[in-house]
Structure formats: structure tokens, C-alpha cells
């Protein structure tokens, strides 16, 4: 019944290594998000689909790649993980591009060591 | 570069207490302000959301006021409950068509018995 899921919920690498985190939502929603929530709490935008289309890409590096397969699902894929990249990373959907009431999935706790 | 600034980072309250949760923005062209709740290990909820056209907006216990000149907004909780002990963000965005949430830096609420 979880509107917007993602797996896994734990994620623990070693530096270098390449990761995946899978999103999907089944609210029939036309928009998914990718946020991430580093250690003090800080929630930012990385990027933002709209019916597969990358709308947003904030000033994230390209070793990070989301991939939508389709509108129910958002996937991000991290290539030569790094320490800083160690954060707790949220996918989200809203209705459509415009609505901006987000839903969020429960969170990916990314650690690199 | 803040562009929603919240205040304070932590708040004890006693149970039946208000809490009062403070946030300013620059961005004179954000319209929509919203306010999410994040239990621990869960990700972030919409709680209650407020356009510009109103100073303030309750929904059941929880009320936001409004003040468009200051570019302030706060939320309130009436008759504070130790469930209610959370993270609380404050976002805003620039427009309806505009889907990108901008997140004050939140803050850990404690309602204590």
C-alpha cells in the first residue's frame, strides 16, 4: 500500500564502489523528485521528472544519473561513490509539474566508508 | 546560500504549550509555503500549506500565520501533544508552475509530558 517506495532502506559501500536506489510511487502521479537530507538535516533538491522528462538538475555531480524507466519509477544511480556522499537520500511524486504538495518515500540511508 | 531561513534549530516544549516555528525568505516571487513534518526514520509529510492571498490558515491544531511585507511565516500548534515530536521544515516555491521546493533548515520539536 506504500504510496512512494524505495529500495533499499540501508546502503552501506565502500568508496569507489557503484550504487543503485530504486523509486517507485503508485499514486498515478506525473512528477518524481530526488532530495537528499545530509547530516544536519538539510533537505535539497537534485532532480526533478515530469513524465519521464528531466525537468530539474541542480548542481549535482554527473556522477549521479537518474533513470525513468517510466512515470511510476525513478531511479538513481551513483557511480565512484564518495565519503561526502554518505546522506540519507529521499524520492518523492506530486501529482503533476505545477502541484507542489510532495509525497516522500520513507528515505535511502547511504553510507560510504 | 540560505533562501528560507528557520528558527530555532530545537524547541522543548511542555505537553499543552504552543510552539512557535519561524521562517523568513528573500525570493519576493515565492508563492506557496508549505510546512512538512519528518518522524524519525520516516520521510518528510505536508502538514499544512498557505498561498500569499491569506495572513494566516488553521488546519485543526496547527495554524499558519502570515506576513507578506516581512516575508515571514510561522507555524503554531495548539495544545501541543508529545506526538507531535518531530522534525518540522519549513519550504517554499516560486510559483504554480514552478514544482522546486526550497527548505528552511528545519527544527527538532519536543513536546515533554
Known amino acids: 500500500d506504500t504510496a512512494v517506495s524505495q529500495t533499499p532502506k540501508y546502503l552501506v559501500t565502500q568508496m569507489g564502489n557503484d550504487k543503485s536506489i530504486k523509486c517507485e510511487q503508485n499514486?498515478?502521479?506525473?512528477?518524481m523528485y530526488w532530495y537528499k537530507q545530509d547530516s544536519k538535516k538539510f533537505l535539497k533538491i537534485m532532480f526533478s521528472?515530469?513524465?519521464?522528462?528531466?525537468?530539474i538538475n541542480e548542481t549535482v555531480p554527473n556522477r549521479f544519473s537518474p533513470k525513468s524507466p517510466d512515470k511510476a519509477h525513478l531511479n538513481l544511480h551513483i557511480n565512484s561513490l564518495e565519503l561526502g556522499d554518505s546522506a540519507v537520500y529521499f524520492c518523492a511524486s506530486s501529482l503533476r509539474q505545477g502541484n507542489t504538495e510532495a509525497f516522500f518515500g520513507q528515505g535511502t540511508r547511504l553510507t560510504v566508508v | 546560500q540560505q533562501q528560507v531561513k528557520q528558527s530555532p534549530q530545537s524547541l522543548i516544549v511542555q505537553k499543552g504549550g504552543i510552539p512557535i516555528i519561524n521562517c523568513a525568505y528573500e525570493n519576493t516571487a515565492f508563492d506557496y509555503f508549505p510546512w512538512y513534518q519528518q518522524f524519525p526514520g520516516k520521510g518528510p509529510a505536508l502538514l499544512i500549506a498557505?498561498?500569499?492571498?491569506?495572513s494566516e490558515k488553521k488546519e485543526g491544531r496547527f495554524t499558519i500565520s502570515f506576513n507578506k511585507s516581512a516575508k515571514q511565516f510561522s507555524l503554531h500548534i495548539m495544545d501541543s501533544q508529545p506526538g507531535d515530536s518531530a522534525t518540522y521544515f519549513c519550504?517554499?516555491?516560486?510559483?504554480?508552475?514552478?514544482?522546486?521546493?526550497?527548505f528552511g533548515t528545519g527544527t527538532r520539536l519536543t513536546i515533554i509530558p
Open positions: 521528472y515530469n513524465n519521464k522528462e528531466l525537468i
Open positions: 498557505i498561498r500569499p492571498d491569506v
Open positions: 519550504a517554499a516555491s516560486e510559483d504554480f508552475g514552478n514544482e522546486k521546493l526550497t
Open positions: 499514486l498515478g502521479h506525473d512528477t
